[in-house]
Nanobody, 121 residues
Framework: QVQLVESGGGLVQPGGSLRLSCAAS????????MGWHRQAPGKQRELVAA???????NYADSVKGRFTISKNNTKNTVYLQMNNLKPEDTAVYYC???????????????WGQGTQVTVSS
């Protein structure tokens, strides 16, 4: 019913920028909340940025001032702009969306497939 497609990952040098996209398709009534998570090899998945419903956007301390989460309601697409990337940002990045389907009474969480970000010289 809902498909999330992530894009924008890749290899970038330290100090560079990338913009990740997470496009949702299907019978979507609304995207009520969203977040980006990442998982580095051998580490647990961690929340990087979140935009809760009606709440304040928040970021992990390690990315504050460098990453920005945003969305385009018309396109049902969520973004993560990443600037001044560091080698420690290397990870697989996953989008997580809280979506209400058309005709549904409640929202549920959907995950993207993940996109690899590698920061290296």
């Amino acid at each position: 019913q809902v498909q999330l497609v992530e894009s924008g990952g890749g290899l970038v040098q330290p100090g560079g920028s990338l913009r990740l996209s997470c496009a949702a398709s299907g019978s979507i009534f609304s995207i009520d909340a969203m977040g980006w998570h990442r998982q580095a090899p051998g580490k647990q998945r961690e929340l990087v940025a979140a935009m809760p419903s009606g709440g304040t956007t928040n970021y992990a301390d390690s990315v504050k001032g460098r990453f920005t989460i945003s969305k385009n309601n018309t396109k049902n697409t969520v973004y993560l702009q990443m600037n001044n990337l560091k080698p420690e940002d290397t990870a697989v990045y996953y989008c997580q969306l809280l979506i209400k389907l058309t005709g549904a009474t409640t929202s549920r969480i959907y995950w993207g497939q993940g996109t690899q970000v590698t920061v290296s010289s």
